[in-house]
């Protein structure tokens, strides 16, 4: 129900927007891309060279523009489409080189009034509080081995030949809403938008407890998006 509830409201929140191309950035299996697609609406993709075949495939079942292009060394320039809104979606959480290198990217990118769509696990959710509080760890445990495709993969950003934890495809860090609305701001945009969501809205007998938390407590919701508006004047 989670990681359905958070594409429909995605989805929702990226069509109100009213956009002439959205640039779903890491897509994954192309969920929220397909569900921008089936409302009719011009949707193109980039996703890592090195990304596994299926993040390929789901493009030309769906008809829709993927480039093979690495967010931080490779050029945003060689989408062809007037993009005026990058989606980034539950993807900065494993960012091993800083945001803002992509941020930048992203705000030179856009046209004047062009769109910056963010979501990301919030660091600050009631699932972390909980497991804080029974003295679970945050972050996922660290193989004993590293397999031979992340190795490969890893090389972009770990040069000293020694696996690192971060080699693996784990959470490096997770951000408040704070956080992010700064490094927006930073980077050149104007905050269109900017919440916490809650990705489990039903009241039912395994989520009440956590709903209650979250509605007393909206910092502690599953979820931060921030839609970020570049200046008519940039």
Known sequence: ??????YIDTISDLAALQC???CDLGPGLGEIS???KQRG???VAVDAPWANAEHFAWSNANGVRIYAQEFFTG???VIEEPVDCFILAHSIAHFRFSPYVLFNKIFAALPPG???YLSTVNVTSFERALKLAR???LTEPVSLVVNERSQSISQDWNRTGIPQIWDDWMHVKEYSLPELQTMFKSSGFEIHSAKHRNNYPQWNRAFWKKNLAIKL???MADENVVIGRKPMTA
Do not use: N
């Not at 129900?1 to 958070?6: D, G, N």
């Open 1 to 6: 129900m989670s990681e359905r509830s958070r």
């Open 20 to 22: 002439k191309t959205y």
């Open 34 to 36: 397909i569900g921008l």
């Open 41 to 43: 609406l011009d949707v």
């Open 75 to 77: 050029d945003l320039s």
């Open 114 to 116: 062009g769109f910056f």
């Open 135 to 137: 003295g679970q760890t």
């Open 217 to 219: 407590f909206p910092h």
